[in-house]
């Protein structure tokens, strides 16, 4: 079975600079996704950022980008120039690519505070 | 991006009664739909994923006969707890995956907060 380990409970950021989300994972598969999933209060699912196993470049959307290490099985978030608005709490998520048929395996969250 | 809607929102019933919610994709087919528990402050945990026209394959630990999924068409899967007890008090989540695109990106609905008093 898949695992997804969240080693920030918590982690605080000035507005306007940039925060560093990491995730690691455990899987046996070549072939598979990992996204990162922000939930504000409002408790609605948001993706973020998603990333290929098979693609070597990381993935960017914004100010968001990945640092994807697929040997040490590894997928951090960088958030840069924050914004009172990404304050939420933040998952990291796998699935085996192929079929669609399998549910996505979270982390445990790591709440992420802006001070203004 | 694709919408999935969840009904209701909010939740307060009776110990012992059971209690459905919905779960439909809007804008697109869902072949497959997936039910998430989620407790204060938790992460996601998988209760089952649903196939339409097919029985759903529940995660080990989850009560088939408690947590009862129906995929009925490819744009509604409906949970019902039955005969609700209070510890199956949580935020409940659902989400769908696209039909034929080969998308692995699901969309979620909004979540339904179900409290039994």
């Known amino acids: 079975a898949q695992t997804v380990t969240q080693s920030q409970p918590e982690m605080s950021v000035q507005e306007a600079e940039t925060v560093t989300l990491s995730c690691t994972y455990d899987?046996?598969?070549?072939?598979?996704?990992l996204f990162w999933y922000k939930q504000p209060p409002s408790r609605q699912m948001i993706l973020v950022i998603r990333?290929?196993?098979?693609?070597?470049q990381n993935a960017t959307e914004n100010r968001f980008s990945v640092n994807f290490q697929k040997a040490a099985k590894s997928f951090s978030l960088k958030i840069s120039d924050s914004q009172l608005g990404d304050a939420a709490m933040y998952f990291c998520a796998y699935v085996n690519s192929g079929g669609g048929a399998d549910g996505l395996t979270f982390g445990k969250g790591t709440h992420l505070i802006i001070q203004p | 991006g694709a919408v999935v809607s969840q009904h209701p929102s909010r939740v307060i019933c009776k110990s012992g009664t059971s209690v459905k919610i919905e779960c439909r994709s809007l804008d697109f087919q869902a072949t497959t739909m997936f039910w998430y528990r989620q407790f204060p402050k938790k992460s996601l945990m998988l209760m089952a994923t649903s196939n339409e026209g097919s029985k759903a394959t529940y995660e080990q630990g989850v009560e088939k006969d408690k947590f009862l999924i129906n995929h009925a068409s490819l744009t509604l899967s409906t949970l019902t707890v039955t005969s609700a007890h209070p510890e199956d008090s949580s935020f409940y989540i659902c989400?769908?995956?696209?039909?034929?695109?080969?998308?692995?990106?699901?969309?979620f609905g909004q979540g339904t907060r179900l409290t039994v008093v």
């Open positions: 899987t046996s598969e070549s072939d598979y996704y």
């Open positions: 989400s769908a995956r696209a039909r034929l695109t080969g998308n692995t990106e699901a969309f």
């Open positions: 990333q290929e196993a098979y693609k070597q």
